[in-house]
């Protein structure tokens, strides 16, 4: 053998090292490559498996939100019925109330007037009787005597008391007649 025949056989054998070193090569990284896109597709699996778990479980729980936010909702209605109910009632019971008040006012007006049996010609009376007594208490003063004089006098003021106390009592009578006639019309 020659020395080219030599160095094309190791030429030969060299290259055919090399390809039998690329094929392990490639197959040993193609396993490789097999063995990572399974370890990642056995993680994409279990991650899936994980968010399908959650969905399921927000689901139920939503679900379970949208029954209680249904009851509340119901519960509030209900609620605001109630309050509507006695709102109405409260409204009637002080309309009542009102009424009755009203009637009590009414009552009391009437039973004033009746127990304040006077009126202006009974003030024209008792004006007309202290000067009257004034009269006498000059004739007592005239005739000398103090004491009846004295008493004349304190009766006369006390009269002319009566007919103030009786012309403001008559005011306010009329006052009241005149505002609950207003209030009628």
Known sequence: MTLINFIFVALLSAAFAALLAYRVGLGTGARAQRLNNQALHNQQAKALQNALRSIESLTARLAALLTRQTETAERADHCEAHVN????????????????????????????????????????????AANQLQVAANTYTALHLPDEARFATQMQQRVLNLAERLQTTLAAQEANEQQAAKAAA
């Open 85 to 128: 109910e006695l709102l109405a009632k409260q409204q009637h019971h002080q309309a009542q109330l009102e009424a009755i008040m009203q009637d009590a006012d009414a009552r009391i007006k009437t039973y004033a007037r009746r127990a304040n049996p006077f009126n202006h010609d009974d003030r024209i009376t008792l004006q007309a």
